[in-house]
């Protein structure tokens, strides 16, 4: 065949994937147009008026409206990305989401429906029942690129066989350069990645896998997955994320919502207690200690310690001015009441024996001890009380300032933010909690004296990331004295169940139950509530008592024992997706196999995918990354990089001295390279900001916008779970040297780069980066 007839073919094959691709727009506008309209037009019906069926009626349009638009909104861009052509001649189009054309007919499938799955899951080896698999490339809403995979050419028409056209998809969209967002890979999804994708949703699966292997993305199209098919059982209780920081959240934050999905919670754990957003970490020696599981030991201990008793009997002087003597009225201006020691003890212990949280149990040992005052007042004004003047007179006592100061310096009630940065900040208070008999060795205390030092910081310090799940463990034992909260929660609560009654009702008659487009609890919801609606992200914000429907962690391996104690609080089901690398574990509390951190809480009862694919890292610097890891973790086996088309990665010594001419020089030289990609600069701990003074125009602070520069100065903890184009690693020995995990920091370092990997060194290269190219060019110098 001549070229000039392949290129009209090819020419031809665009324009007619550019004619459906214009044809699921035009659906996608219409949709949207309606929804919008409809939205307008309930918002301009004003203020809520009419029957109560109106009223309710209108806001579940309102809210479902909203909600739609939204999600069209939310999948603008590359919104037809795939056809599949089958055995039988069927042509369908996989996309974003599912739209019908004017006659109902289907003209874009969901990506996450059963008929969308060959897609994803056919190979050459097993295709299925696809004769060609075809990627569609547009910009906006133009088609620029066809990419087809054939699996029986036998099958095709010789029109279509003379249209076949592209390089791979995947390969096309590893190249592309790296933009500070992660991208969604729904198009480019692999056999394996769509196997976690659509595993069930019951029990917990491990996802390990190591760099470059789509485990974060594979986790986040679970989520979008899990959404679309367990909609009625997750739509309620809602999906976490937990990441590993802020700025992590961001990168992947626009993933979800370009799938339409805009439901998910994302978080950190240090935003997993309500009202606190910990950023800040804790040094090794403090997260060690912090993150391990004797530290519910010692806030218990701490606990304990705070229901104390009076040295001897307590006095206490109160202002009397009326007696209680039958309404004859006595002016006493001073009196000394007392609760005597072994009424004190007789309080403590049996309010400590109904084995009720501290803030809970405190409303008995305060009602024996104003019973014991109100007596002793009673007996010194010569006077006997019945029952209705006891519950007056200890009802006066609690009103004197005195008596409630003694009896909170003897049971304090205590916020999980007091007990904690007051324990933190008091050596006294941290001796005693720690002193406590070791849970595996009664004869030794619960932590050494290095131990519960390292925890010591003045009280006004930030939180930390490790603080979080210690302020989940004291909320947990303190709990919340809520006798007047209750009352008032079981009359909401009756009302809310006749608002659901009747929301249930009103969705029957109205025919919306049937379009599982809102539920009765949603809706009634809408009706109680005055303001806007509350997403179920915003409600499980302000509740730490929220059970989620499911929750995905991503990179796993770091969180600490500690920190698994506050997720599975928050699923209570066990439904996981624990997405990691065991290899990577930088956390001196983290994982050191999975079974170590899981089987407290799941018994064994957890499978495993393995997904064994480099997408990312070109097999030039993962070659370097092989060494690294077999010296670190000799039982691992590194990933296999599917791309060979990465520069080769180099050693660059530089005197200490140089370091201030020879790094931004460096810098400017590989940001020229890589055009509008992103560059990492990957520092020692101890050395962070003096790398980051000597590139002011880099980003070095934290913050969910720091992606968004051309470069950043980091830590290795902070590049997890990121990814950029040219990496430069500064003083790998010192990585190595900085904690007992050092190796694993650095064969993260050496694998956050898709393109180009550069090593600044002061001494000899470590024996693990021996494969590194010799230096070369003006950079090398000094």
Not at 116 to 130: I, M
Not at 172 to 201: F, H, K, N, P, Y
């Amino acid at each position: 065949m001549e070229r000039r007839d392949i290129d009209s073919a090819r020419a031809e094959a665009l324009r007619t994937e550019q004619r459906h691709v214009s044809l699921v727009y035009t659906r996608l506008d219409a949709a949207r147009a309606r929804a919008e309209t409809a939205l307008s037009e309930e918002h301009g019906r004003g203020a809520p008026g009419g029957t109560r069926q109106a009223r309710v009626e209108r806001e579940v349009s309102a809210g479902e409206h909203a909600r739609r638009v939204a999600q069209l909104s939310g999948v603008e861009r590359g919104l037809c990305f795939g056809r599949i052509d089958d055995t039988d001649g069927e042509t369908y189009y996989i996309g974003r989401v599912g739209l019908r054309d004017a006659g109902n007919e289907l003209v874009l499938i969901d990506w996450r429906a059963p008929a969308a799955r060959p897609f994803y899951t056919a190979t050459p080896s097993d295709p299925g029942p696809l004769v060609r698999r075809r990627h569609v490339h547009t910009r906006g809403r133009t088609v620029v690129g066809l990419d087809d995979e054939v699996f029986d050419l036998a099958r095709m028409s010789e029109p279509d066989r003379r249209a076949l056209v592209g390089e791979a998809a995947l390969m096309a969209a590893l190249r592309r350069g790296r933009t500070g967002r992660m991208g969604d890979v729904v198009a480019t999804i692999q056999a394996e990645q769509d196997q976690v994708i659509r595993s069930g949703l019951a029990g917990a699966l491990v996802v390990q896998g190591g760099p470059g292997t789509g485990k974060t993305v594979a986790a986040l199209h679970r989520a979008a997955y899990l959404l679309y098919a367990h909609r009625d059982t997750l739509a309620k209780r809602g999906v976490l994320v937990v990441g590993p920081n802020a700025v992590f959240l961001r990168y992947i934050g626009q993933v979800l919502p370009s799938l339409g999905e805009t439901d998910v919670v994302l978080t950190t754990v240090g935003e997993l207690h309500p009202g606190v957003r910990a950023t800040a970490d804790d040094d090794r020696a403090a997260a060690a200690v912090k993150g391990d599981p004797r530290m519910v030991a010692l806030v218990k201990a701490a606990v304990r310690d705070r229901q104390r008793l009076p040295d001897g009997d307590l006095e206490i002087l109160i202002d009397v001015k009326t007696s209680i003597r039958g309404g004859v009225e006595v002016v006493v201006e001073r009196m000394a009441l007392t609760l005597d020691h072994a009424t004190a003890v007789r309080a403590r212990d049996r309010a400590r024996a109904v084995r009720n949280p501290h803030n809970i149990a405190r409303k008995l040992f305060v009602d024996e001890a104003l019973t014991a005052l109100a007596h002793d007042e009673a007996r010194r004004l010569d006077h006997e009380l019945d029952a209705e003047e006891l519950r007056h007179a200890r009802a006066a006592l609690w009103s004197q300032p005195p008596v409630r100061r003694a009896l909170d310096g003897l049971w304090p009630a205590l916020t999980p933010e007091r007990l904690i940065s007051e324990l933190l900040a008091d050596p006294g208070a941290l001796r005693s909690a720690a002193s406590v008999p070791h849970p595996d060795d009664p004869g030794r205390p619960l932590l050494g004296d290095e131990e519960w030092k390292a925890l010591l910081r003045p009280l006004d310090a930030p939180w930390t990331t490790g603080d979080v799940p210690l302020l989940d463990e004291a909320a947990e034992i303190l709990g919340e004295d809520d006798t007047a909260a209750k009352e008032a929660r079981r009359r909401a609560e009756r009302r809310r169940r006749a608002e659901e009654r009747y929301a249930r009702g009103v969705l029957e008659i109205t025919g919306v139950a049937e379009l599982d487009m809102t539920d009765a609890a949603r809706l009634a919801d809408r009706h109680e509530s005055d303001g806007p609606v509350p997403t179920t992200a915003e409600r499980a914000a302000r509740d730490r008592e929220w059970a989620y429907g499911h929750v995905i962690v991503d990179e796993a391996q770091e969180l600490s024992a500690m920190a698994w104690r506050t997720i599975m609080r928050r699923i209570p089901t066990r439904s996981l997706t624990v997405v990691g690398d065991v290899a990577q574990t930088g956390s001196a509390a983290g994982a050191g196999s999975w079974a170590e951190m899981l089987d407290p809480y799941l018994k064994g009862r957890w499978r495993e995918a393995r997904l064994l694919v480099n997408y990312r890292t070109p097999a030039e610097i993962m070659e370097v990354a092989a060494d690294v890891l077999a010296a670190v973790a000799p039982g691992q086996a590194p990933p296999l990089s599917v791309r060979d088309d990465g520069d080769p990665p180099r050693a660059v010594p530089v005197g200490r001295a140089d370091l201030p001419r020879v790094l931004p020089a460096l810098v400017r030289s590989e940001l020229a390279e890589i055009g509008d990609g992103r560059l990492a600069v990957l520092a020692p701990d101890a050395r962070h900001d003096e790398i980051a003074a000597l590139l002011p125009d880099a980003a070095s602070v934290l913050t969910p916008d720091a992606l968004d520069r051309p470069s950043v100065v980091l830590t290795v903890a902070r590049s997890k779970g990121l990814e950029f184009d040219s990496v430069v690693v500064v003083a790998p020995d010192e990585i190595l040297a900085q904690s007992p995990k050092g190796g694993q920091d650095l064969y993260v370092a050496v694998t956050r780069a898709t393109r180009r990997l550069t090593v600044v060194h002061h001494e000899a290269l470590p024996p693990m980066l021996a494969k590194l190219a010799k230096p070369a060019g003006p950079a090398s110098s000094g």
